[in-house]
């Protein structure tokens, strides 16, 4: 990250913190973006990004916020508040209509009254060592899950894609593996994160009669949406399927 600008998250209960520091221009947009990414990568309730001691530097740099959020509201479909700006950034935001995006806040007290809900959504977090019973385990986690969540028509598909996620991090990565298993809003998001940094490629062009790499082709055809973002020393590739059947 550029030396201006600096991003330090905490975390706060089930909420990720992050503070942005320095002034904010198109190079630092870009440091701030891989920052908060991988704040997603530990799948928080919310994400609130502390802006006071933000300033503008090129006005087009604050589209980086609205970038997080739309992949905040893919994966892990966290909302993100952006607080206590200074009032030139503040303007700045609204007239940007990000505030469609992102919640708009005075200060993180106030952000936090407005999104606190009760009650934490459903998740279950898993260490998997990488090896080949890892794909049993999975297999495991995810029906437990469906069924304590009362969505027993998801084990079949959910087990698939979760599977598929945990082999190619396996043989691609063959480092120790985190399995993230949440229900939020009307999907249920499965990720993996992994140690390596490589991300994944999807090839339509396998025959399909092939014994491997046919897994993401299956998790592209069973899902909502994928896709895959930096963490901290790896990566995270996650998925979502909808509650009820796709009409």
């Known amino acids: 990250m550029p030396a201006e600008m600096r991003c330090p998250i905490r975390y706060h209960d089930s909420y990720a913190v992050a503070r942005v520091e320095g002034v904010l221009d198109l190079a630092g947009a870009v440091a701030i973006r891989s920052a908060l990414l991988k704040c997603l990568a530990q799948c928080p309730e919310a994400v609130l990004v502390d802006l006071s001691r933000m300033r503008l ?29 200074r009032p030139d950034a503040a ?12 919640l708009l806040a ?14 934490a959504p459903p998740s279950i977090r898993e260490e998997l060592l990488p090896a080949m019973g890892a794909g049993r385990r999975t297999r495991e986690v995810i029906t437990e899950a469906c069924l304590r969540w009362k969505v027993p028509e998801l084990v079949g598909p959910a087990c698939t894609v979760a599977t ?9 990565a063959s480092t120790m593996m985190t399995l993230l298993v949440s229900l939020r809003g009307r999907y249920l998001h499965i990720a993996v994160r992994d140690g390596s940094t490589r991300p994944p490629v999807l090839d339509r062009d396998v025959d399909p009669a092939a014994l491997r790499g046919r897994g993401l082709g299956l998790v592209d055809a069973m899902c909502r949406r994928w896709g895959s973002f930096p963490s901290d020393g790896g990566k995270v590739v ?10």
């Open 57 to 85: 530097g090129n006005p087009d740099a604050v589209s980086v916020f609205l970038v997080v959020a739309r992949q905040a509201a893919r994966w892990p479909a966290a909302p993100v508040a952006l607080c206590a700006a």
């Open 91 to 102: 303007s700045l935001l609204r007239a940007r209509a990000i505030e469609r995006r992102c």
């Open 106 to 119: 005075p200060s993180l007290a106030a952000a936090t009254r407005s999104l606190r809900s009760g009650h």
């Open 164 to 172: 598929e996620l945990v082999f190619n991090a396996v043989v691609h």
């Open 238 to 247: 996650w998925a979502t399927l909808d509650l009820s059947p796709r009409s």
